[in-house]
């Protein structure tokens, strides 16, 4: 099993900055691809960013520039460091977890508010 546990969310003003954090733990690998996902109410969820178990990422257009993603694999966190936030970045940020040769693990979400 893999236990994923966000943290970092919370209220903060436009253009202010917000660093998530992700904790894995349980049966991961040493191979595994991590990623950031969100969903705005009344929206699809959407994927944010990602990064491989070669530490190479990828973003949404919207927040190139803005959001960076990162993991410390010595300690199985990913982290989502966000900065210059709008409030078209309000959602729950979930993490996610891909082992190789295993199915997609969510964690329970976070919720950002941007806001004034």
């Known amino acids: 099993q893999v236990q994923l546990v966000e943290s970092g969310g919370g209220l903060v003003a436009p253009g202010g900055s917000l660093k998530l954090s992700c904790a894995a733990s349980?049966?991961?690998?040493?191979?595994?691809?991590m990623a950031w996902y969100r969903q705005a109410p009344g929206k699809q969820r959407e994927l944010v960013a990602g990064i491989n178990s070669e530490g190479e990422t990828n973003y949404k257009d919207s927040v190139k520039g803005r959001f960076t993603i990162s993991r410390d694999s010595a300690k199985n966190t990913m982290y989502l460091q966000m900065n210059n936030v709008n409030p078209e970045d309000t959602a729950v940020y979930y993490c996610t977890l891909k082992p190789y040769g295993d199915s997609i693990h969510w964690g329970q979400g976070t919720e950002v508010t941007v806001s004034s």
């Open positions: 349980g049966s991961i690998g040493s191979i595994y691809a």
